[in-house]
């Protein structure tokens, strides 16, 4: 009797791990696909042979990003240096630092390539940093993508996906401020002209 007690706890100490290593159905429902337009197509995430980080509007909101200081902070790979003068504002992917002329990664706001260039300051722009406001998708892509978004994504890419506009009249309005008495208010609505035309607007 002795035996068989020992030998019927050690099978069910053996067992045990499978048990606890095998996911629950409601966490594998729980996970929902992430979908990016980083090749100029809606694909999801998994499927696309690029590194790729995405934030959501449900992120942004969630981590309270405000401009591209705070994206830097989500991936180590890309970092954000900002001098005096707006136009000595660059951005490193990788670690690739533009030296002289334009930035060697890109900014793009729906598609559409914003990238300038700062004469006075290499690889500086004063376009690549915009304001959070509306964006429903930021999608930084790491590696050189010259042959999708241009000359200037030697490093990489960061574009902005804005939201489209509601269906129905919607708005909202947001008000902020810390101890170090920064203040701002935002806000955004959204007015339907007809069944496939709409109006956003958004104010800082």
Do not use: H
């Not at 019927?8 to 979908?35: H, N």
């Not at 959501?56 to 900002?82: A, K, M, P, Y």
């Not at 260039?117 to 500086?124: D, I, L, P, T, Y």
């Amino acid at each position: 009797k002795l035996t068989l007690s020992v030998s019927s706890a050690i099978t069910a100490f053996l067992a045990a791990p499978a048990v606890l290593l095998t996911p629950s159905p409601a966490y594998s429902q729980a996970l929902e696909e992430i979908t990016v337009t980083a090749r100029k197509v809606t694909e999801s995430l998994q499927e696309v042979p690029l590194a790729i980080t995405a934030l959501s509007g449900d992120d942004i909101e969630r981590l309270n990003l405000q401009d591209l200081s705070d994206i830097s902070q989500q991936d180590t790979s890309v970092q954000f240096d900002e001098g005096f003068t707006p136009s000595d504002t660059r951005i490193t992917i990788r670690g690739l630092s533009p030296t002289r002329g334009r930035p060697n990664a890109a900014t793009l706001i729906d598609g559409i390539d914003v990238t300038s260039e700062a004469v006075s300051n290499a690889g500086g722009s004063t376009l690549i940093n915009p304001r959070l406001i509306d964006v429903e998708r930021i999608e930084i892509v790491k590696g050189p993508q010259s042959a999708l978004y241009g000359r200037s994504a030697f490093a990489g890419a960061v574009q902005y996906i804005t939201k489209d506009p509601t269906d129905t009249l919607t708005g909202g309005i947001f008000v902020g401020t810390n101890s170090q008495d920064a203040r701002e208010i935002r806000g955004s609505v959204s007015i339907p002209i007809t069944d496939t035309l709409g109006v956003l607007v958004n104010g800082y």
